[in-house]
């Protein structure tokens, strides 16, 4: 009995989800925005990323704004709002994932008219993303050789999901004895029509590679 | 009315763990067994640190059985059973944390009456596993610094949920300009009752002290 209500509650929220990303996703289209939703492991260096790719399009004459999600607290926020772009924070309390609904009226808090992109930091952890797009362009997901070598084939779905696989900080690979190889391969299987990217973000390594990719 | 649905199948979910829990720490008592659930993010270094406490247990003639718990995979387990322990392993497929119910088929799996102690490795992230005791006699709960200085401050529950506070890879801290002692600071803020250990589990480093703190 159970069983059966969970599985169409499930189904009901999941469905809702997709319809509100959809709507997202035109809303964005309607303003000329290009959005993309940042997954990965808490630590793998989502925000620097993001940071770094702010600081591009500034170069570039280019406007950025940036949806912030974490568990609780507002340090990733913070962070964005030093670089000077208009960013909102969303607290999920103790869900483990944005979705659809909570990245709506994020946008609703960000001047979409004066944006060219969006950059939706979504909460650290390499599980519960998967069932929930938010109306993004494209996903990045985001890990690090000091998780270890097995990250990808621990999680295969994420890695299915997105369209861009950053394995990071590789400039700690010989300290944390590992094989960022091991991490291209397992992605390169579980996803053959991903970009993937080797980087150090603090060093700037593999950011020229992550702009195309983003087609920024 | 999709809400008050959503709410009254999670209380009937969450105390239906609580209720298979119970009977897992029952089951543990009947065979003379403590056991531990390490909580963590992935690649903070959970495995090792078992492993670790494996061998020191071997030399004190002591018996461990180990469950392995990821959303996909084997790799843990197969790093268990190398040190000649018995272990069984749980692939959740798409939730992010074990159950209750899940360690209770896995005990079946293992020899309890051989046992003196069962550690149980959670799937890694800091956010799911809060909800779904599993009938542990304590909570470990593990992190690194390469995931940075903000990792309590964005995961206060699981801190709280945990008596032991493993603060890993301290040996790190100068190449990834992270001071542990703000990780330290908020744990204890979050969770003043918990033992903060700082560790480098690769080194040895405060593997004393978690005997210790363990009662191993």
Redesign the interface.
């Known amino acids: 009995m159970?069983k059966v209500?969970?599985v169409d509650?499930e189904k009901?929220?999941l469905a809702e989800n997709r319809r509100i990303a959809n709507e997202n996703s035109e809303l964005l289209k309607s303003h000329g925005i290009t959005a993309f939703d940042f997954l990965g492991?808490?630590?793998s260096g989502k925000t620097l990323i993001i940071e770094r790719l702010i600081e591009v399009l500034k170069a570039k004459g280019k406007r950025a704004g940036v949806i912030a999600g974490?568990?609780?607290?507002d340090?990733?926020y913070q962070r964005f709002i030093k670089h000077g772009v208009p960013a909102a924070n969303i607290n999920t309390g103790?869900?483990?994932h944005l979705d659809a609904h909570l990245v709506d009226h994020a946008l609703e808090d960000l001047p979409l008219d004066k944006l060219d992109y969006v950059f939706i930091e979504n909460?650290?952890?390499?599980?519960?993303p998967?069932?929930f797009p938010v109306g993004s362009h494209k996903r990045v997901v985001v890990i690090?050789v000091?998780?270890?070598d097995?990250?990808v084939?621990?999680?295969?779905?994420i890695f299915a999901f997105s369209d861009v696989v950053i394995i990071n900080?590789v400039d700690?690979s010989d300290?944390m004895e590992v094989d960022p190889k091991i991490l291209e391969r397992d992605a390169r299987r579980t996803n053959p029509g991903a970009k993937i990217i080797m980087m150090d973000a603090r060093r700037g390594k593999g950011m020229d590679e992550l702009v195309n990719a983003l087609g920024l």
């Open positions: 159970h209500v969970t509650l009901d929220i492991a808490i630590g974490d568990v609780s607290g340090d990733d103790k869900e483990c909460v650290g952890n390499l599980v519960c998967v069932d690090s000091t998780e270890g097995d990250m084939r621990k999680h295969p779905p900080k700690l300290a």
